[in-house]
Each structure stands twice: as C-alpha cells, then as structure tokens.
C-alpha cells in the first residue's frame, strides 16, 4: 500500500526566503506525482504535476524534482511572499487518477 | 481543465441524519472521485464513481455509509449516512486526478 510522507510538517519563514518541501513515498510504480495548495475554504490548487518520465517541472517561482527510483520529490519555492502562506499537499498519481495524498506541510511566509 | 461546483459549502447536522453533497462538473468525465480530509489529516479517497456502475469504494468505506449516485457524465452526489460526531470532515469532490470542488465542511452535533 502506497504511502506519501512530507516534511516538515511546518514551516515559518520570513518574507525572501527560498524553501524546499519535501515528500518520500514508498511505492516507485506510479504514474505521476502533483503538488497542491490547500487555502482554507477553497479547495485545492494543482500547482505542478510531474510525469513519471519526467526529473522535473517548473512554473513560476515554483520547481518541484521527482525521482522515482529513490521515492522522493521536493517543492523548491523561490522568494517566499506572505501569499504563499497555505498548505502544500503532495500527491502520488496511481492507477486510474486515484491519489494518494500526504498529510501536507503548512507554510507560514511572514512578512 | 475542468471546474467543479460543489454544494453545500458547508453544514452542521443532527446526528443520526444523512447529508447529500452535489458535485457538478462543467464537461463530461467518466470517473469522478470522492475524498474526505478528517480534521487536521491529509486526504482520503472514499470511492471512484463510474456512470453507469456501481461505484468502487476504498477499503474501510463502505455503501451503506456512503452511498454515491452517478446519473450522468457530470454529476454525482455522496451521501454522508446516519451521521456521528466521526463524520466531521470535509468532504470533497475531484475529476482527472487534479481538479477539485471547494469542499463541504460538514460538522456533526
């Protein structure tokens, strides 16, 4: 059975900084892997997917690696704004788009 | 990319109710997904719901806990049966494995 870790569980940093989010899963045989924001009364943003092909993805200030065959992906967040406060989930893509979430890291960004 | 509208957002219930969450999409999907996030825990998927077949529930739900209606290619509903105090989550709907509805915030007295 699939399982996703995250770490840190959370995360206070100031305004400028550049963080990194991690995730580790157990089961290499996926088919992609997805980052998601979760605000509060607002369900959840896909952020970056990366194919199981793929070694990385980029959008913005926002650079998530995948590798597979160690089980593990990070979430590289460039000059951190207070409105990236949220909590970044990451999911493994299985079979049928069925995710497998992790329990999230909660990002604080003070200004 | 597709977008989910959900309903109720939110709702505080009796216990021993049930509560019937809408999920409508603006194109047609064949699988729609249901998920529940438990108070300060990740997501769980619940059940794969198929037009047209039964859905396919994950292990620890069951049907009678949740019944899923699928009538059409976009819309379906899950009912949160004979509510207790446990069922307080938020419960969510997603398509294609990366679009997601709001959610509805259910809390049960």
């Known amino acids: 059975k699939q399982e996703v870790t995250q770490i840190p569980a959370a995360l206070s940093v100031p305004e400028g900084e550049n963080l990194v989010l991690n995730c580790s899963f157990t089961?290499?045989?996926?088919?992609?892997l997805q980052w998601f924001r979760q605000d509060p009364g607002k369900g959840l943003t896909s952020l970056l997917l990366?194919?199981?092909?793929?070694r990385e993805q980029t959008s913005g200030r926002l650079n998530a690696s995948l590798d597979k065959s160690s089980g593990r992906s990070t979430l590289y967040i460039a000059a951190s704004q207070p409105g990236d406060s949220a909590t970044y989930l990451c999911?493994?893509?299985?079979?049928?788009?069925?995710?497998?979430f992790g329990a999230g890291t909660i990002l604080r960004v003070k200004s | 990319s597709a977008v989910i509208s959900q309903k109720p957002s939110r709702d505080i219930c009796q216990r021993g109710t049930s509560l019937t969450i809408q999920c409508q999409v603006d194109s047609q999907v064949t699988m729609m997904f249901w998920y529940r996030q438990q108070p300060g825990q990740s997501l769980t998927l619940i059940a794969t719901?198929?037009?047209?077949?039964?859905?396919?529930?994950e292990s620890g739900f069951v049907i009678d806990k949740f019944p899923i209606s699928r009538p059409n290619l976009t819309f379906s509903t899950l009912t949160v049966s004979n509510m207790s105090p446990e069922d307080s989550s938020i419960y969510l709907c997603?398509?294609?494995?990366?679009?997601f509805g709001q959610g509805t915030r259910l809390t049960v007295v």
């Open positions: 719901a198929n037009q047209g077949s039964e859905a396919t529930y």
């Open positions: 089961d290499s045989a996926i088919y992609n």
């Open positions: 990366i194919q199981s092909s793929q």
């Open positions: 997603s398509v294609a494995g990366a679009f």
């Open positions: 999911a493994v893509v299985e079979y049928g788009n069925k995710l497998v």
